[in-house]
């Protein structure tokens, strides 16, 4: 259970930054890194383990008839992953802790950072293809919220929308892509989809699946044609750009290919894919970079051009193939984190990262340039460092394959041309900055920065160099358990630094004097570049997104013509006809079953109900009126599941009933009490000829099927109520354990619409009219002695009601959600007893941490049985004697049950208590002489009644 620690720390750390930022920067910067490092221990902890190929495994069931289950997996690729995410994230937050100014809110940033970084880590050990894909825009969200962390920045904000626009779409068809994977193998767990290679590569589905997947992974790792979203994530701040490029967000592309190779991987449609799409970000993606004038720019795009590189590799697939990717994952992790920290710290200290504004930095800032010069030679591969070596094994693998037909001789080529535009773009970023004579002076006298802000970057850089003269260590500690992680099976390579001369080192030796050759001749390449200046990408997504809104207004405007009538129409004909469609296949409307008796009763309520709907819809001008009539729908409704058996449900209804009439009649006060005729005759004809028409058919339909046995799953509830939930009310118990999961998704959006509509009335005024239709003027006795009085004694017993209700519900008629609706009907008399004021004042608590507490309190009762190893939601119950009481069950559900009851509770008077307040008041509201106020709604004691009011009204209500 250790292991489920590694992705929780980083999550937990989270909400470290919010309550550490008070007591100082370097307090936080120190709290914040605690617990990744804690994760970073223990991921190295199990090192011995996974040098020798062994897989740890760890799960909780989560919704196993889903197929989903939060499961994590460490194996070598997980580690090597995990070295880069939690060991680059801790130098990103010493590195931050000196860039970031004392304006900026460091908190939001470390939470931001580290939910980034938790959001990695669990990428790379999901051993779910779901929880893969659930931590995967975990990535896109926290991304979105670094990128646009400097939001007053326009670059900013439209580089966060498009990262976030472009991933998110990946992330849909990756979904797609995963469920369809999941469908073929019949599984989401990954040791077994893994295993599953010949069976996927057979099924007829697997061209579709392989292209959705892929997609999500291009995107995500910026291949062509995705790629220009990653150069404007420039605007956010430097450790941002450090720590997305080198260890996280676009490394999580590269990990899907390589975590779902041994699955996926062995096709030609792979390797026709993967490898051509990757060779053209190579060399597409190095040649802007070669062109850019902006140093951050330079070095987003020299991070597409080499994730493609680690592509191709990947598309190639062989074993050495997949050696070269990985192997080149971890030099340009190190490479490109210490460049751009380096070109951080130009900024910082130079004031500019244009290219004509920099030069003889080297006299100003030698140990910075140092640094950045072992990192530049790395990213272009000079020997001695760790790049040479893995683009080395690039230009071998390029060379023996024969996997992409006619293309694998153009291959090795294409390679060469990556590798010259990879060292020219590298060295005019090293001596344009550091050696060249500036065209102009910079804004700021350069110098060199604080020793511990160069700190990781010369740290990082020293692995370049140690990385590049002593591979084999690397080879044996990380190397070897990620191979056999990605090929199921151990791997016997031998890295190195010299191989002999050949005909990669030949294609080395080309890219390097090329590229060379190619960066002295750059000012010629100016000249050209300027007949051809690049487009701005992103114009052209703004444009294109501003297109896209425009046609989607266009065909809306077209379909739409803004009538609520002509919808319904449209809408209740379409279930006309298939109703009458289905019906006129039947060759007998009454099935074997037959009729059940009918009695007076039955007649009388049948009656009654069909008068008080009709006298709805005949009074619907007339609110109040058209309101009265819809409670004694109600009412009957309430009284018809009684009747047949459903207590429950008649005790919910009837509850319902009494919160909606008390919400519809606070809103109506502020309606027009008698609404004007709108329907024309023709119109309500229509309208009484549909509505004739579904009645008969629905009820056609119902009685279709009520006279027919039909497959129902209620006899399974009835068989496990008592042994699996320990409870015999049957509804209850599926509400709180068999349908738990319902439950709780439901007090959560109802705990969410009550607080949204908290806010959307916080502050509200609306105008409180002074008199009736006829102009009767409201009476100025607001709360009434009578209900004051009973207002007084009712609360109390509903209390006591509620908690009887609520206390019997596992076993009888009742629940945390009709106690929780009957409480809040006893406190809303009280408001409109005694008014907001009065109450509020007694009762001197906000409702809106009763609703979240109560979500709280549900979700904990499910985290609970995960504890002792259950699956989320699942309840205990057992029989306890108690002194005095005797014997009594007990069970978890009630703490369940107690959390719904408090999510309605909270949820209900968020909604009514504020909704009472929601008037236009001139003056303070005056306590009569009993203590309540004039005031539920309190109004002003002038004519204000508008336009309906009669001015020399004066008879009152």
Aim: hydrophobic share 55%; net charge neutral; with cysteine.
């Amino acid at each position: 259970m250790t292991l489920l620690w590694i992705p929780l720390l980083p999550l937990l750390g989270v909400l470290v930054p919010a309550f550490t930022a008070s007591r100082g920067r370097f307090v936080c910067t120190l709290a914040t890194a605690l617990l990744p490092a804690l994760a970073l221990a223990m991921t190295l902890q199990h090192l011995p383990a996974l040098m020798d190929g062994e897989v740890v495994r760890a799960s909780l069931d989560w919704a196993p008839q889903m197929g989903l289950d939060l499961a994590f997996r460490l194996d070598g690729l997980s580690l090597l992953f995990n070295l880069l995410i939690l060991g680059i994230g801790l130098l990103i937050l010493l590195y931050a802790h000196f860039y970031l100014s004392a304006k900026e809110n460091v908190g939001r940033f470390y939470a931001f950072l580290i939910l980034f970084m938790a959001s990695m880590v669990g990428i790379v050990m999901a051993d779910n293809l779901l929880v893969l894909w659930m931590f995967w825009e975990l990535t896109s969200l926290s991304s979105f919220l670094l990128i646009g962390f400097w939001s007053h920045r326009s670059e900013a904000r439209k580089g966060a929308r498009m990262a976030m626009t472009i991933t998110g779409a990946g992330g849909l068809a990756l979904l797609a892509g995963l469920i369809l994977l999941g469908d073929i193998v019949g599984s989401y767990d990954m040791q077994t989809v893994l295993e599953s290679g010949e069976i996927i590569r057979a099924d007829p589905r697997y061209p579709l699946m392989l292209v959705l997947v892929l997609l999500g992974a291009f995107t995500k790792s910026a291949q062509f044609p995705f790629h220009f979203w990653l150069p404007h994530a420039m605007a956010a701040p430097t450790p941002v750009s450090a720590y997305l490029h080198s260890a996280t967000m676009v490394k999580a592309g590269i990990f899907l290919m390589a975590r779902l190779h041994p699955a996926l991987a062995g096709s030609e449609l792979w390797s026709a894919l993967v490898a051509v799409i990757g060779i053209v970000t190579m060399v597409y993606a190095a040649w802007f970079a070669l062109v850019e004038a902006d140093l951050k720019g330079i070095l987003a795009f020299s991070t597409v051009s080499h994730l493609g590189l680690i592509t191709v590799l990947l598309g190639i697939g062989s074993p050495m193939a997949v050696l070269a990717a990985l192997f080149h994952i971890l030099n340009h992790a190190t490479f490109k984190a210490a460049l751009f920290m380096c070109s951080g710290i130009i900024d910082h200290e130079a004031g500019t990262r244009d290219l004509s504004r920099l030069g003889k930095l080297a006299k100003a800032m030698p140990v910075t340039a140092l640094v950045m010069s072992v990192a530049g030679a790395a990213m272009a591969g000079v020997p001695l460092f760790n790049g040479f070596i893995s683009k080395e094994m690039f230009f071998t693998e390029t060379l023996g394959t024969h996997t992409l037909g006619g293309l694998s001789l153009l291959l090795p080529v294409l390679a060469t041309i990556g590798g010259v535009l990879s060292v020219g773009y590298s060295v005019r970023l090293i001596h344009a900055v550091f050696f060249a004579e500036p065209r102009h002076a910079p804004p700021k006298a350069p110098h060199e920065p604080p020793h511990l802000m160069r700190l990781p970057a010369e740290l990082l850089a020293i692995l370049c160099v140690a990385i590049g003269l002593f591979p084999a260590i690397m080879a044996t500690w990380v190397m070897a358990p990620a191979v056999q992680a990605v090929l199921l099976r151990p791997l016997e390579f031998h890295l190195a630094l010299w191989h002999g001369f050949n005909l990669p080192l030949a294609m080395s030796a080309v890219a390097l004097g090329a590229g060379l050759l190619l960066y002295v001749l750059h000012r010629h390449l100016r000249r050209f570049i300027r007949d051809f200046p690049p487009r701005d990408a992103s114009r052209i997504f703004e444009a294109a997104v501003q297109c896209v809104g425009d046609k989607a207004e266009a065909i809306t405007a077209f379909l739409d013509n803004a009538s609520l009538q002509r919808f319904m129409t449209l809408l209740l004909s379409m279930a006309l006809i298939m109703g009458a469609i289905g019906l006129a296949h039947m060759s007998g409307l009454t099935g074997a079953s037959g009729n059940q008796p009918l009695d007076g009763i039955l007649i009388l309520g049948a009656v009654l109900l069909i008068f008080s709907g009709v006298g709805t819809v005949l009074t619907h001008r007339h609110r109040l009126i058209s309101l009265l009539m819809l409670s004694v729908v109600g009412l009957l409704v309430s009284l018809t599941f009684a009747r047949f058996s459903a207590p429950d449900l008649a005790l919910t209804q009837l509850s319902v009933e009494v919160v909606t009439m008390i919400l519809l009649m606070l809103a109506l006060f502020f309606l027009p009490q008698k609404t004007p005729r709108e329907s024309t005759p023709g119109r309500a004809l229509r309208d009484l000829i549909l509505s004739c028409g579904l009645g008969v058919v629905f009820a056609a339909l119902n009685y279709a099927v009520l006279t027919r046995e039909t497959a129902s799953i209620s006899t399974f509830f009835l068989d496990n109520s008592v042994p699996g939930g320990g409870g015999h009310n049957v509804v209850n118990v599926i509400l709180v354990d068999f349908r738990g999961f319902d439950t709780l998704g439901e007090i959560t959006v109802l705990a969410i619409a009550g607080l949204a509509i908290f806010k959307l009335l916080n502050r509200l005024r609306l105008f409180m009219p002074h008199s009736d239709s006829e102009g009767r003027v409201w009476s100025p006795d607001r709360y009434p002695m009578i209900l004051t009085s009973v207002s007084q004694v009712v609360l109390p017993l509903a209390l006591l009601v509620s908690v009887f209700i609520f206390l019997r519900g596992h076993n009888l008629p009742g629940g945390g959600f009709i106690a929780g609706l009957i409480t809040a009907v006893g406190l809303i008399l009280i408001y409109m007893a005694r008014g907001v004021a009065w109450t509020q004042r007694r009762l001197d608590f906000p409702y809106q941490p009763v609703a979240i507490i109560g979500v709280g309190i549900a979700a904990l009762t499910g985290f609970g049985s995960w504890l002792f190893g259950y699956p989320f939601l699942t309840s205990a119950y057992g029989h306890f004697k108690i002194p005095l009481v005797g014997e009594i069950e007990l069970a978890t559900a009630m703490l369940f049950d107690l959390g719904v009851y408090l999510a309605v509770v909270g949820a209900t008077l968020m909604i009514l208590a504020n909704l009472g307040k929601v008037t236009t008041p001139h003056r303070p509201a005056k306590e009569d002489h009993g203590g309540s106020e004039r005031g539920l709604h309190r109004t002003d004691e002038k004519n204000d009644a508008g336009p309906s009011a009669s001015p020399d009204a004066k008879e009152t209500v």
